[in-house]
């Protein structure tokens, strides 16, 4: 509830009028016990505001006799005096104070919310975040009460009246039960400031401006928070059936606090007063932004940040920073969700800050509710950032010292550059191992996180498709599929596909990728992980003899000639086709190359007139065979090799012969035309000869090519039209999957120092130090040159005691705990590139609330955990 300001206090004493803004004379009215608990807790921030407390002792009012509450045909009033006290009295709060229940205090919107959160804060703590109840303080909900105020010149009190006329006939029955002066004394303390101006003002110039008495009331609403009916007898009970019949009773960490629901949306009622049920408005497609706040909106010690005064610490000199403007919306945007009775909220100004100070979330289109988290959390930091001038900070090598003592530096110069509520609270640390293959050196760092991104390990086998190659022609390319362990290595995937291809024991086999018509890369590392093979792939697996002579591999590689008409000329033009073709064969001269070259595709040359199907399978019932056995005439083909250096394009259409070129491994550039009775020295490294043939369009024409295939099969392609049985994983598997060694995947090579070269070296992850609130972010986005997809995986993650304390390699001093408790849950529903993102919220004990941007409902613990779950927020339990 905002404040009311200073000026406009006193302007109200002046005008004295019924028709004041109500909402900005709103204070709360609070036990008096409740409120000191928060105050004068050490860790609690200063709830004062600067206002200095005014006492009042309530007593019978002179003004209507001995009775306190009028009745008649036209009004029903409850009316008492409120005696300012000395300040001597007013300093001696004795023990006695608050306890009979008698005492309240007046305070502000921002006061009372930060006295709630330390409630919450400090009960959850007491009872190891887990739920718990206070009966003895019978807490109810937060509702309005409309109070007159008018000033006695005689007894120089205030006098207070409620009406019934003002107030509903329920409200207006608690307030005579709250200000009884009959039986008990009735103190209030007034930390709101809001009567300090009428003492204040000039009696006179009050009494000139306003003589009647019933134009000097001054019209106030109070938010009554934290007093139940004192009658626990027939009306209690009758009231508790009444409030259950339109509503429910939750358990706030501790603090009931009644909701009830309109049948037909499901939506929070905003005039019960649950604080921090505030939904979020979509502006279009801005779902993924409502999710990610709904969680930071309830993150602990970040909303009594952010709630606080913040403002003293924004840094405006960090160039890092957005000049703290995305701090203040966010702030600004957390106060509009925590007030109390507030409707739904649009975040107009802080979608705006954020598409200015990042445009990759401007317009409306759906985003990752992930990306948006990271990107705040560091905006956020940058912008509360304490450390104004960053010192420059050069990482030493460990040389042999020990670990922690290592960490803890790495820990100091991190803080030295970076200290903010984010640190504080959701920034941990890890050890990272990065070992050398070659000449075992090993690297280790400490470095900063602010989440933890965890793969879904969802399957122990993965089905795979490779295309297999003979390289004696006598076959066709043919798909093999073969089952083997995610978590294996090539050895293995080499070993399945020997027996799904009967490999005789003279021969092995060489898989390659093949992209493009080229060989992109060989996997020839029997140790490499077969996580490093994506399911996009397209993998060719050559079934090689075994060459005791240690002859060179040779590589073919296929091109096409290609006339393209236009407007004035006829020009020709080179594409690549087919599959690379590999064989290991003594190469002297061209007439070799060309002779091995034959022999591969024997089985794939077919002579144009044989009758092919619509769907252009060859009738095998014809001559296939005769083909097969019917090679080209190589006479044919080798008429015209004595044209050294021409090129295909520009030869005479009657040559139809093949040429062949030495090229790159890529084979990409022609370098040298090969001669057919010249010899060919192998000078590449790795032993392999790369050869670009060139094949004329006649020939083309003549010959059936279709036989060498341009596309291959995916790895695994996913069946849309079927639907996978749900996979199920824990979260302590996904963590191991995580911390698991692996080697660095090809385009992310390490430095090595001693080597001087780019190593794939293996690397080690390990958990050191853990933040407050720990962040973890489940990994089922997967992304790919062609292809985007989501995994579906149900992953079972704790929800009251996520315990971290076998994963930790080191326990430090504080001796915090490693244990966390689950208090919100950002959802994915849908595919990828659409869906739908929603949160889930722990609002105290077992009780879970649904944010779908503006509507907010109850929903079961048993229900929160889904496959939709895409953003985990966990927060520390203390050990007892």
């Known amino acids: 509830m905002d404040d009311l300001p200073e000026d406009s206090a006193t302007e109200s004493s002046h005008q004295c009028s019924v028709s004041d803004d109500v909402d900005n004379q709103r204070v709360y009215l609070v036990p008096y016990r409740w409120w000191k608990e928060a105050q004068e807790s050490p860790s609690s921030v200063d709830l004062d505001g600067g206002v200095s407390r005014v006492l009042y002792t309530a007593s019978q009012t002179s003004s209507y006799g001995p009775m306190k509450i009028i009745n008649n045909i036209f009004n029903s009033d409850l009316a008492f005096n409120l005696r300012r006290e000395n300040e001597s009295l007013q300093n001696n709060e004795n023990s006695e104070v608050g306890v009979s229940g008698r005492d309240y205090a007046l305070v502000t919107g921002d006061m009372w919310v930060q006295a709630l959160k330390w409630h919450i804060d400090s009960k959850a703590a007491s009872k190891n975040g887990r739920s718990f109840s206070i009966a003895e303080d019978d807490i109810t909900d937060v509702y309005p009460l409309q109070l007159k105020l008018s000033l006695s010149r005689e007894t120089e009190s205030l006098i207070v009246k409620i009406s019934k006329k003002d107030n509903t006939t329920e409200r207006f029955r608690r307030a005579c039960k709250i200000f009884c002066v009959e039986s008990e004394l009735l103190r209030i303390w007034d930390f709101a400031g809001r009567t300090n101006h009428i003492f204040s003002d000039d009696k006179s110039k009050l009494g000139k401006e306003s003589p009647r008495q019933s134009e000097q009331e001054i019209l106030l609403e109070l938010q009554v928070y934290g007093l139940s009916d004192f009658n626990k007898g027939r009306d209690a009970k009758k009231d508790e059936a009444e409030q259950s019949s339109t509503g429910n009773s939750l358990k706030m960490n501790g603090y009931s606090v009644n909701y009830s629901f309109p049948r037909g949306n499901g939506s929070v009622n905003s005039e019960a007063g649950s604080l921090g049920l505030t939904g979020l408005q979509n502006l279009g497609n801005t779902c993924f932004m409502n999710s990610a706040l709904q969680c930071l909106a309830h993150t602990p010690k970040v909303v009594d940040y952010f709630l606080g005064d913040y403002n003293k610490e924004i840094n405006h000199e ?513 595919s990828m590139g659409g869906g739908h993102y929603t949160a889930f919220v722990n609002h105290g004990g077992d009780q879970w609330y649904d944010f779908d941007d503006s509507h907010v409902s109850p929903v079961g613990e048993d229900r929160i955990k889904t496959s939709a779950a895409y953003v985990l927020f966990y927060r520390r339990i203390m050990d007892s």
């Not at 073969?482 to 003279?506: F, H, N, Q, T, Y």
């Not at 044209?643 to 062949?660: I, K, M, P, Q, T």
């Not at 099969?713 to 069946?719: A, G, I, L, R, S």
Request: charged share 25%; proline share 6%; aromatic share 8%.
């Open 318 to 830: 960090n160039p890092l920073g957005m000049d703290g403007e995305i701090a203040l919306a966010f702030g600004d945007l957390l106060r509009k969700l925590w007030a109390p009775g507030a409707t739904p909220v649009p975040p107009r100004l802080f979608k705006s800050k954020l598409a200015r100070f990042a445009p990759q979330f401007s317009g409306f289109n759906q985003h990752d509710s992930q990306e948006l988290l990271a990107f705040l959390l560091d905006g956020l930091h940058e912008d509360v950032n304490r450390v104004k001038c960053k010192p420059y900070v050069e990482a030493k090598d460990g040389d042999g010292r020990p670990d922690e003592e290592v960490a803890d530096e790495y820990w100091r110069n991190h803080l030295a550059r970076n200290d903010s509520v984010i640190v504080d609270v959701c920034q941990g640390q890890y050890r990272s191992t990065l070992v050398c293959p070659v000449c075992r050196k090993v690297s280790v760092t400490f470095d900063p996180f602010m989440y933890l991104s965890l793969p879904l390990p969802s399957t122990t086998m993965r089905t795979m498709t490779l295309t297999v190659i003979t390289t004696d022609g006598s076959a066709l390319p043919s798909p093999v599929t073969v089952s083997v362990l995610k978590s294996g290595k090539l050895e293995d995937l080499i070993r399945a596909l020997g027996v799904a291809c009967s490999l005789g024991p003279d021969e092995e086999l060489l898989v390659a990728e093949v992209y493009n018509n080229r060989i992109i890369r060989y996997l020839e590392e029997p140790s490499d992980s077969l996580s490093l093979i994506r399911d996009d792939d397209r993998l060719v697996v050559y079934r090689l003899l075994k060459d005791v002579e240690n002859n060179p591999a040779v590589v073919f590689m296929h091109q096409q000639a290609e006339e393209n008409y236009n407007a004035t000329k006829l020009t020709s033009s080179w594409k690549a086709f087919g599959i690379p073709l590999i064989a290991c064969s003594k190469i002297v001269n061209g007439l070799d190359v060309r002779d091995l070259y034959l022999k591969l595709i024997k089985a794939s040359m077919v002579p144009s007139e044989d009758p092919v199907g619509d769907d252009g399978i060859i009738d095998k019932t014809n001559n296939q065979l005769s083909a097969i056995e019917k090679p080209m005439d190589i006479d044919t083909v080798t008429t015209s090799c004595s044209e050294e250096g021409a090129h295909c394009a520009n030869r005479d259409d009657s040559d139809d012969n093949l040429e062949f070129y030495l090229t790159n491994e890529k084979g990409t550039d022609r370098e040298t035309r090969i001669a057919m009775d010249e010899p060919i020295k192998v000078t590449a490294l790795s032993g392999r000869l790369s050869v670009l043939v060139c094949w004329p369009g006649s020939m083309v024409n003549l010959y059936k090519t279709s036989n060498l295939p341009s596309s291959i099969p995916q790895v695994f392609k996913p069946d849309f039209l079927s639907k996978r049985p749900q996979e199920t994983v824990s979260l302590y598997k996904c963590l191991e999957a995580f911390l698991k060694e692996e080697p660095l995947g090809p385009d992310d090579m390490w430095y090595c120092p001693n080597c001087k070269e780019h190593r794939q070296a293996s690397k080690k992850l390990d958990l050191w130090r853990l933040p407050e609130v720990l962040v973890i972010h489940l990994k089922r986005f997967s992304y790919s040159r062609f292809l985007k997809n989501k995994l579906e995986t149900f992953v079972d993650f704790p929800v009251h005691d996520f315990d971290l304390s076998t994963y930790m390699t080191h326990r430090n001093d504080d001796q915090l705990s490693n244990r966390y408790m689950l208090y919100a849950i950002s959802n994915h529903y849908g």
